[in-house]
Nanobody, 121 residues
Framework: QVQLVESGGGLVEAGGSLRLSCAAS?????MGWFRQTPGKEREFVAS????????YYADSVKGRFTISKDNTKNTVYLQMNSLKPEDTAVYYC?????????????????WGQGTQVTVSS
C-alpha cells in the first residue's frame, strides 16, 4: 500500500520560509507537489525525478521554491522561501508510477492528505 505523509505546513508571515516534507513508501518514481485553494482546481507547484536530476517548477514559484529528495529516507522536500499571501493553500504531495516528472495532476497516481500553508500579509 502506497502511503504519502506530508508535514511542515503552518502559519508564516509574508517573506518568511517553510519547508514541507513528504515521506513516501518507495522512492523509485517521480514525485510532485501541488496546491489547492477553496473553489479552485489543484495547481502544479513542482516535480522531481527519482534521481533529482530533472525538476520542473510553476512560473509562480520559480526562484523561490526548491524541490529536492533524499532517497535514503524516501522523503521529498519543498523548500519555500520569500512566501507571499497568494501562496496560501493546502499543499499536496503526489507520486507517479513511472520515473518521469510531470505538471499534470491527472498523471499522478497517489496523493497525500495535504498540509495547510497560510501566509499572512
Amino acid at each position: 500500500q502506497v502511503q504519502l505523509v506530508e508535514s511542515g505546513g503552518g502559519l508564516v508571515e509574508a517573506g518568511g520560509s517553510l519547508r514541507l516534507s513528504c515521506a513516501a513508501s518507495g522512492s523509485r518514481y517521480a514525485m510532485g507537489w501541488f496546491r489547492q485553494t477553496p473553489g479552485k482546481e489543484r495547481e502544479f507547484v513542482a516535480s522531481i525525478s527519482r534521481s533529482g536530476a530533472i525538476t520542473y517548477y510553476a512560473d509562480s514559484v520559480k526562484g523561490r521554491f526548491t524541490i529536492s529528495k533524499d532517497n535514503t529516507k524516501n522523503t521529498v522536500y519543498l523548500q519555500m522561501n520569500s512566501l507571499k499571501p497568494e501562496d496560501t493553500a493546502v499543499y499536496y504531495c503526489a507520486r507517479r508510477s513511472i520515473d518521469w516528472p510531470d505538471r499534470l495532476a491527472t498523471r499522478y497516481d497517489y496523493w497525500g492528505q495535504g498540509t495547510q500553508v497560510t501566509v499572512s500579509s
